[in-house]
């Protein structure tokens, strides 16, 4: 089974904010691929959606963004899921908006769900989604910046950039990740 983890902040307040653009390409992965409704374990939701390629999880943690690997590390034992098998979506405040970058491993970057996530994964060697954000305007702090919403101007091409962060999660159900690289970076 793969599992695509989209990381962000439970709650409504949260929901339109630079932080939980992973939440938000989890949810164009579920309208995609039809998936059943979310079920709650391990600090987090989930659904498992049968392809024809195999089983994928799709998961968002409920832990709050720097709280994430405490539900992505539970999931991935329950279901006996290998770090190779999983793919994390994030924010990143160092690609321009409408920007992703595929790797298969790095540093956490300043982004502290994924100091979490590297912390209870043992690894920093696991395939990831950056999707970038921009940086504030000086004068803006980034705990404010990442929890604001998108702009009017920002909008339209945070949606392309979802659609197409969806369509990497999709290609890698069929192919090597280092290829899904190579198509999207």
């Known amino acids: 089974m793969k599992m695509i983890i989209g990381l962000g902040n439970p709650g409504k307040q949260y929901e339109a904010t630079r932080h939980n653009i992973?939440?938000?390409?989890?949810?164009?992965?579920?309208?995609?691929?039809?998936?059943?409704?979310?079920?709650?374990?391990?600090?987090?939701?989930?659904?498992?959606?049968?392809q024809p390629e195999g089983k994928v999880m799709l998961v968002k943690p409920l832990t709050y963004m720097n709280l994430s690997g405490e539900c992505i590390r539970p999931l991935m034992?329950?279901?006996n899921i290998d770090v190779q098998d999983i793919v994390v979506l994030y924010d990143d405040l160092d690609l321009a908006p409408g920007t992703i970058r595929l790797r298969q491993k790095g540093s956490a970057g300043g982004q502290n769900g994924m100091k979490s996530v590297i912390a209870h994964l043992g690894t920093n060697e696991f395939n990831r989604i950056r999707i970038g954000i921009g940086r504030?305007?000086?004068g803006v702090k980034v705990p404010d910046y990442v929890l604001s919403p998108f702009s009017k101007d920002e909008?339209?091409?945070?949606?392309?950039?979802?659609?197409?962060?969806?369509?990497?999660?999709?290609?890698?159900?069929?192919?090597?990740?280092?290829?899904?690289?190579?198509?999207?970076?």
């Open 136 to 138: 504030p305007t000086p």
């Open 22 to 50: 992973g939440f938000r390409v989890i949810d164009e992965l579920v309208d995609r691929l039809d998936a059943p409704a979310m079920v709650s374990k391990f600090n987090g939701i989930y659904t498992i959606v049968h």
């Open 77 to 79: 034992d329950y279901f």
């Open 155 to 185: 909008k339209p091409v945070m949606e392309e950039i979802i659609e197409k962060s969806a369509s990497a999660c999709v290609a890698w159900l069929t192919k090597p990740f280092l290829e899904v690289m190579n198509d999207f970076n």
